[in-house]
């Protein structure tokens, strides 16, 4: 794991095998981001070298300098920012991804020294998050290859003048916590699903939870049909290797509120009956990309000591196409007693996740938040990088938004309409587990929405609902901070929406 700590010392004068700067974009090309500590004269050489370069100083853009006078590292790395906005300095996000991009392109360099612009904890938070995410791989998997593959970064400096500060350790300190936790979604996702299966899965959960005040219940296919959880247990009829449901507790003293978090954890999805095309499949071990990222902020809230309880619920399962498999037409009944007649196996996760958001429904906690690999509806709406919020309360959908945005994921607030439940409508059971075919991602939604129970005072439990089909999983070039592969979408949302209870 990469580590991080914060320096005040001259960013020139730091040992490290590369120097991370920044660029802006100006009208005549690149040149040094303010901030950078620099003396004249290495900045001089890093400017004149920029524009020899052509360099442009937009984002993903990446300048690599040698022997730079006066700067102790014999490489510099210089990453554009794109042009400074004019009435104010850049946003976090844009130090985030600048500072990934540069550690990413940095793998198997022992230590690494970046000075950004800006001073304040937030900002510097940022660039330690950034770099920490860049500086990832996925080697597990590696045979012979492992041999030429380089390691990511093994440390980084951040430097800033506010290295003392109080807000500015803690915040580089949680960068360390959440990177961490968040590279371990990335793990899980990226795992070939021949070995992450829910017997599997549950297990992982279960070691990292080891010593650490997140306690975890593993329900079993024996014990998932005495809950009567029908509709985990149908998708899962068709493998080998039966469904779990994961319940991760955290539950500090004095909580200000309690949150529960659903994740959608088909650990591979062929459809099952209504089976893909073949070249459909090929990432479907992504399709756990929800409860990898329950799990993942569960245990970054724990370590992080937030006083807010969490439950988070990993409802795992494997949808294959064995000589068991749930056929169109046949009727489960989920947690709770509700019937749906099944009308395409290959909607699979909204089963799952009924019943996992059924069984938090009973807890009745302040509010429940699910996220899931659900729709490739969300995919033709937003395209692969943003995600989609739907809600049954106004103040949490545009809460979940504030926070995703501030956390650096791209999120999109969508609307749950009355008319698509008339299309779920069936003649043999309570509804049918789809609908209409436009509007595929309001339908999935409003299917989940039916297991959402009440709270104490007999009103809807504020629910939220995020459809991550598009950003938990990048099959192009790698950008920013964003590896290929698994991206560990929404682990920041859903720290963020912890810290948020805490501070009201």
């Not at 937030?122 to 597990?140: N, R, T």
């Not at 000591?305 to 990993?314: D, I, N």
Request: contains cysteine; positive net charge.
């Amino acid at each position: 794991m990469t580590t991080v700590t914060v320096s005040d010392r001259p960013a020139g004068a730091a040992k490290a095998d590369a120097l991370v700067l920044a660029s802006v974009k100006t009208d005549g090309g690149a040149e040094l981001a303010a901030g950078h500590g620099l003396s004249k004269k290495a900045a001089a050489h890093v400017n004149v070298a920029l524009r020899n370069t052509q360099a442009g100083g937009s984002p993903d853009e990446l300048v690599r300098l040698s022997d730079v006078p006066e700067v102790a590292a014999p490489l510099v790395v210089v990453s554009g920012l794109g042009a400074a906005p004019e009435k104010s300095g850049f946003t976090a996000e844009t130090l985030r991804r600048a500072a990934g991009a540069a550690t990413r392109s940095l793998s198997g360099s022992a230590k690494v020294s970046v000075r950004f612009p800006g001073s304040d904890a937030a900002l510097v938070g940022a660039v330690a998050e950034g770099a920490l995410f860049g500086a990832y791989a996925f080697l597990e998997h590696r045979g012979e290859s492992a041999k030429r593959a380089k390691a990511p970064v093994k440390a980084v400096i951040v430097h800033t003048d506010g290295a003392k500060d109080r807000g500015v350790k803690a915040a580089v300190k949680r960068a360390g916590v959440l990177a961490g936790h968040q590279n371990y979604a990335r793990d899980l996702v990226n795992t070939a699903p021949n070995l992450l299966y829910p017997q599997t899965f549950a297990e992982s959960v279960r070691a990292r939870a080891a010593g650490t005040a997140v306690s975890v219940r593993v329900m079993d296919e024996k014990a998932l049909a005495k809950a009567g959880c029908g509709g985990i247990l149908g998708v899962g009829q068709g493998s080998a290797r039966p469904p779990r449901i994961v319940t991760l507790t955290y539950k500090p003293a004095k909580a200000r509120a309690s949150l529960a978090y659903i994740g959608k954890g088909i650990t591979f999805d062929s459809g099952g009956l209504c089976l893909k095309p073949g070249a459909s499949m090929v990432t479907m071990k992504c399709d756990m990309a929800g409860a990898a990222a329950v799990a993942a902020a569960i245990f970054t809230i724990a370590e992080l000591g937030l006083p807010v309880a969490v439950t988070g619920y990993l409802c795992l399962a494997e949808n294959m196409t064995g000589s068991n498999a749930q056929r169109p037409g046949d009727v489960v009944t989920m947690r709770g007693g509700k019937t749906v007649e099944i009308i395409n196996t290959d909607a699979e996760g909204r089963l799952v996740m009924g019943d996992g958001l059924a069984l938090a429904s009973e807890k009745q906690p302040d509010a429940i938040v699910d996220i899931a690999t659900l729709t490739g509806a969300a995919v033709m709406a937003l395209g692969h990088r943003t995600s989609a919020v739907m809600a049954n309360d106004d103040d949490l959908r545009e809460r979940v938004h504030a926070v995703a945005t501030g956390a650096g994921e791209s999120m999109w607030q969508m609307p749950l309409v009355e008319e698509v439940r008339s299309g779920m409508d069936s003649t043999v059971a309570d509804f049918k587990h789809t609908g209409d075919r436009v509007g595929g991602m309001m339908v999935a939604a409003t299917f989940l929405s039916e297991f959402i129970g009440k709270d104490k005072a007999g009103r809807l439990i504020p629910w939220a609902h995020l459809d991550i089909a598009g950003p938990a999983f990048n099959e192009s070039a790698a950008f920013g901070y964003t590896p290929k592969g698994g991206t560990g979408y929404g682990v920041r949302t859903l720290v963020g929406l912890a810290e948020d209870h805490a501070a009201k």
